[in-house]
């Protein structure tokens, strides 16, 4: 067990022979901490903490009571192989949040990017990769193998099925099941997640040109109502795609590789 004389550790907290205290960290009553788990600094659990296996916890990070992070996957191909967690710094996972570690089969890593927000009770699955800046809101479970783009905002009580990718700046409103890939931007609602249209609003806080908002909007009526198929209607904006950074983003998102068919505009 490495503590770094500056960290904060309540009599009551077990820190297991191993473990990673880096400076700065406060670990709370009744938390756990287990061999295999590296803290950076300043890094704070609050109550109730469990954090175990092959963990990695970014720096600033807070974790509120009742969290499991690092437990083994919930796959029944899962066989104890040693597999990994890797949470960035500054994210702010509230209370029953879950987070399992990847598998053999998955990659074997579970990845959390940078400045997210978990909130109560959702569970982020085995070998899924989140980006930076996403938020999951109370009680939305993400399945496992999914990949979640940089600031997307999946609503309350979501749930996102195994390998489905959502792309970067989409939006999921709540009560929502997604069981295909949502394009970057992507404004997604209903029962059975419809893709409605645009993240209008997020584009224009992460400061997107009028000119830019534009041409999206004209895109996404291309991919819409165009002639052809869906492919066909994304390849017809390669030009669009030269002007626009936004444009390329979707029609590369698209035209990437994926497990999933794609959530196509109603």
């Known amino acids: 067990m490495a503590v770094h004389p500056s960290a904060e550790l309540h009599p009551s907290a077990v820190i297991e022979n191993g473990a990673e205290i880096g400076p700065g960290c406060s670990i709370g009553p009744f938390c756990l901490v287990g061999a295999q788990v590296r803290l950076a600094a300043n890094v704070m659990l609050k109550s109730h903490v469990v954090l175990t296996g092959d963990t990695g916890i970014g720096e600033g990070t807070k974790i509120f009571s009742f969290a499991v992070i690092g437990e083994i996957p919930q796959d029944m191909k899962y066989r104890g192989e040693q597999t990994r967690l890797i949470i960035g ?40 990769q989140v980006g930076n800046r996403v938020i999951v809101v109370n009680s939305a479970a993400i399945a496992g193998h999914c990949v979640i783009e940089d600031d997307v905002l999946i609503g309350g009580l ?21 069981t295909h890939d949502v394009i970057p ?41 165009g002639e052809g198929s869906f492919l066909d209607r994304v390849r017809s904006l390669k030009d669009e795609a030269a002007q626009y950074d936004h444009i390329a983003e979707i029609v590369d998102f698209i035209l990437g590789p994926t497990e999933r068919s794609f959530l196509t505009p109603g």
């Open 89 to 128: 710094a500054h994210n702010t996972i509230r209370e029953h949040v879950t987070i399992n570690a990847g598998t053999a089969g998955g990659g074997g890593v579970t990845r959390i990017g940078d400045d997210g927000l978990f909130l109560a009770g959702c569970h982020i699955a085995h070998d899924t």
């Open 185 to 225: 931007y992507g404004l997604v609602h209903a029962a059975r997640g419809e893709l409605e249209g645009l993240n209008l609003i997020g584009l224009k806080r992460r400061g997107a040109s009028k000119a830019e908002i534009t041409a999206l909007r004209a895109a996404f009526q291309t991919l819409s109502d």
């Open 158 to 178: 979501c749930g996102i099925h195994q390998f489905v990718r959502i792309g970067r700046g989409a939006i999921i409103g709540a009560v929502t099941m997604v």
